[in-house]
């Protein structure tokens, strides 16, 4: 019998929130003590105000980014040491919104995973395909040169995937259970085994639980819900049932 594949609920939080916000976001989500398997990745300057709040609590953090250079003359990125120093246990590799706001390659995220993994952290890589590519019948091609990209330069472990149909994040039309199944599926095959694969776009309380319901949906990557205590709270209570 394989080894049950752990489960993983982690939102991100994007380019949103204040030290007040962040600290009430913070308050609600400890104060209902949701227990392993769920992360929160908030921008960074609030990284050490997280740290301390969540500092004996299950809830676990991560960063949205991080620089695939181990230090030097790189104005305004961050390092995958400086991170690890915070106690930083996941690293968003690879985001879409990195991919086609901010021109990140395939072999950029690559370099970024070895960085995040050679600090000892978790990176949570991210593919996924635009509308134009699902409708040209591109999906497994393109999530399946990402991958590759990355599993050629590096071993794929203690690694978490997730699959963001581009077209599904942020736009409030989430992929059907059955088409994130589907992806996954294929997604499985090309990493190994006890590898969460978490899916991403338009997740909220009211979606979750189909979706988490697929085998080899392993937890959710959570935008827009994830700001919210109450949403972001039933989507890991989902993950868990
Ligand atoms: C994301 O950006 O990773 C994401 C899934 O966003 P949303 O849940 O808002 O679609």
């Known amino acids: 019998m394989g080894m049950a594949r752990s489960r993983l609920v982690a939102g991100n939080w994007k380019m949103h929130g204040s030290r007040a916000s962040i600290a009430a976001l913070l308050d609600a989500l400890v104060s209902e003590n949701p227990g392993a398997g769920c992360a929160v ?7 050490q105000q ?3 709040r969540l500092r004996g609590s ?4 991560g960063a949205q980014n991080v620089s695939e250079h181990a230090q030097g ?8 040491a400086m991170l690890a120093e915070f106690g930083c246990r996941y690293v968003i590799v690879g985001h879409s919104e990195r991919r086609q706001l901010f021109g990140e390659r ?14 000892g952290m978790t990176p949570i890589l991210c593919v996924g395909e635009t509308l134009e590519e699902r409708d040209a019948g591109k999906t497994e091609a393109v999530v399946e040169r990402q991958i590759l990209a990355v599993v050629e330069k590096n071993s794929f472990s203690n690694a978490v995937l997730a699959y ?6 942020g736009t409030g039309r ?12 294929f997604l499985r095959r090309k990493v190994p085994s006890e590898t969460p694969i978490l899916y991403g776009g338009s997740v ?14 392993d937890g959710g990557l959570i935008g827009g819900a994830s700001l919210v205590a109450k949403d972001f709270l039933d989507i890991v209570k989902a993950a868990k049932t």
Request: charged share 15%; with cysteine.
């Open 41 to 47: 990745c908030p921008p960074f300057p609030y990284l």
């Open 50 to 52: 997280v740290a301390e």
């Open 174 to 185: 989430n992929a059907t259970p059955e088409q994130a199944q589907a992806v996954h599926a």
């Open 204 to 217: 909220k309380p009211q979606n979750a639980a189909a979706i988490f319901a697929m085998p080899d949906v």
């Open 58 to 61: 299950a809830i676990a953090w």
């Open 164 to 169: 963001e149909p581009i077209w599904a994040i």
């Open 106 to 119: 395939d072999a950029q995220a690559a370099a970024k995973f070895a960085a995040v993994r050679a600090a």
């Open 73 to 80: 003359a790189y104005t305004g990125e961050v390092s995958a």
